[in-house]
């Protein structure tokens, strides 16, 4: 079953959507996007893992088809974790395992720390945690995110076609445009004269504080799944191996892989990255994803 299915998830105070693979009976493998990305971003690597489990693929606030947040609302990366602990009680999990890439994998690492109980399995691709601050540049971030103009209220580039539209988002993210065309596709909305982005502008606003890195690494620490974390090499810029070792060290139990590619790999190599979390998920002695 290689074709995904629609779902729209109701939550007190909005709706996200979601692509999902697999039997509804299998056991479930919810699936978290990186920033700016959507479920698409797992479009080569779930019918790969669908034999398996039910992957669902869902979509953060402000992402892909799921709603903006009302006017006046900002995103905040703990407020993610809310709005997926509200999903899988909305999809009626008690239980479920979670895959994460980017920005996902740091919501799935405070989700699992958020509710051990709940979580069977962790997977993380390329994040395990949120972005910190080392106090080196919090004063000057807090000022500049306060000074930011409002994100809805510059126009949006007009694409003449998704084409266009993949080579512009491989300029910027450094992926192959025949590799970012699901992500492309499944994030355009068409209006008169062409095609725009969907996702919130207001995703693009600076941050005005972070979480402390000894506030991530205390939370991390509350992480009882057994984890393992794909991370690509070269490293990612963003992702130092120092500071990602640190923040691994606190998570009581974790295998760490390498996997040459860029920050994507999930699209990169998808069959590499299905082989790792099925390696892991039988070496955990769970017959999941």
């Not at 799944?225 to 810029?237: E, G, I, K, N, V």
């Amino acid at each position: 079953m290689n074709a995904p299915r629609e779902r729209r998830i109701v939550l007190p105070h909005l709706t996200l959507a979601a692509l999902e693979w697999g039997e509804p009976e299998a056991p479930p493998l919810v699936a978290l996007h990186g920033w700016l990305d959507n479920a698409d971003s797992f479009a080569l690597l779930a019918p790969l893992l669908a034999p398996h489990c039910r992957v669902i693929a869902l979509e953060l606030p402000g992402h892909g088809h799921s709603d903006h947040l009302p006017a006046g609302a900002g995103y905040h990366f703990l407020d993610h974790v809310r709005a997926v602990l509200a999903a899988l009680d909305a999809l009626a999990l008690p239980r479920c395992s979670l895959l994460g890439h980017s920005l996902g994998a740091g919501i799935a690492s405070l989700v699992a720390a958020a509710a051990p109980g709940r979580i069977d399995h962790l997977w993380l691709i390329e994040g395990l945690g949120p972005l910190g601050d080392d106090g080196s540049h919090t004063l000057q971030r807090y000022r500049d995110a306060l000074a930011a103009p409002p994100a809805n209220g510059k126009a949006l580039r007009v694409f003449r076609d998704a084409e266009q539209a993949a080579r512009a988002r491989a300029v910027a993210s450094g992926l192959a445009a025949e590799l970012a065309r699901p992500i492309v596709e499944r994030g355009l909305r068409e209006i008169e004269g062409g095609w725009q982005w969907r996702s919130d502008p207001r995703l693009t606003r600076p941050t005005a504080v972070r979480l402390a890195e000894s506030q991530i690494l205390a939370l991390l620490a509350g992480i009882e799944a057994p984890t393992a974390l794909l991370l690509a090499q070269p490293a990612t810029p963003y992702l130092p191996a120092a500071m990602m070792a640190a923040r691994a060290a606190c998570v009581p139990r974790i295998a760490v892989e390498h996997l040459a590619g860029g920050h994507h790999l999930q699209l990169e190599q998808p069959q590499a990255v299905a082989q790792w979390l099925l390696r892991y998920a039988a070496d955990s002695g769970q017959h999941r994803a």
